[in-house]
């Protein structure tokens, strides 16, 4: 299929913040929704309003609900991508952060991986980083994943290894990765997935920081955490400016 997305019809596939960034536009920022997830946005959100201030373009693609970042995920946010360079006359090396929660933590891991412009920096709150296990997690699960890597060539456990961040590390980039995970998480194991997930990373050379938030449940990482993982984005793209 020909490729769609155009500066005039982007809100039909993203929000931006674009009517609430200062210029010149010093970054971007992906934030990747969670599974089921189909918001779509009338006006600037808290977090547009607030990115945009530090001159963040802050993105949020209108992905598939159940899109686990397969294949045709990662070209749309890249078309989106190409739309706002070409909009805006971004330069190539224009800083991207890369950010989510739950299936959006590991979209954004994910991404980094096979995304057309590598980020600068991943901020991931509660993600799934071990696919091949979360298949069998929980009951809702499997008909989300199957729906997602139905195209893929190949057996399904190569499909789920294919976007699962603990089975990427190796071919993730080197870059900044900050992961934060609720020890009472029960939807997305702390044990199974982010433990296992910063022990593989640290192990074959990456960067990350990792926060555990004490006695809160799946991507309830509190208020101050909150303010952290927003200023983590920021600093993330403006350093990468110096």
């Not at 918001?39 to 159940?66: F, Q």
């Not at 296990?133 to 699960?141: C, F, G, N, Q």
Request: a negative charge; glycine letters at 6%; charged letters at 20%.
């Amino acid at each position: 299929m020909d490729k769609i997305i155009t500066a005039e019809n982007i809100r039909s596939f993203a929000y931006v913040n674009d009517a609430v960034c200062l210029l010149p536009i010093k970054g971007v920022a992906l934030s990747f929704f969670g599974l089921g997830n189909m918001t779509m946005y009338d006006g600037d959100t808290a977090e547009g309003v607030s990115l945009g201030k530090s001159g963040i373009l802050y993105v949020v693609p209108y992905t598939n609900p159940w899109a686990w970042m397969n294949a045709q995920t990662v070209a749309l946010v890249d078309e989106i991508l190409d739309v706002l360079f070409d909009k805006f006359s971004l330069p190539n090396n224009t800083p991207i952060v890369s950010s989510g929660e739950s299936m959006g933590g590991q979209s954004a891991l994910t991404y980094c991986a096979y995304a057309k412009r590598t980020p600068v920096a991943c901020v991931a709150n509660c993600p799934v980083c071990d696919a091949l296990y979360h298949y069998s997690e929980r009951a809702d699960l499997p008909r989300t994943m199957y729906s997602s890597l139905h195209n893929f060539d190949g057996t399904l456990e190569c499909a789920l290894k294919s976007i699962s961040p603990i089975h990427l590390a190796e071919r993730l980039p080197k870059i900044r990765y900050y992961i934060f995970h609720c020890d009472a998480d029960r939807a997305v194991n702390i044990s199974v997935h982010s433990d296992l997930f910063v022990k593989k990373m640290r192990e074959v050379g990456h960067s990350v920081d990792y926060t555990v938030v004490k006695g809160r449940d799946h991507c309830d990482i509190g208020k101050e955490n909150r303010i952290l993982f927003e200023k983590l984005i920021a600093d993330s793209v403006l350093s990468a400016r110096k």
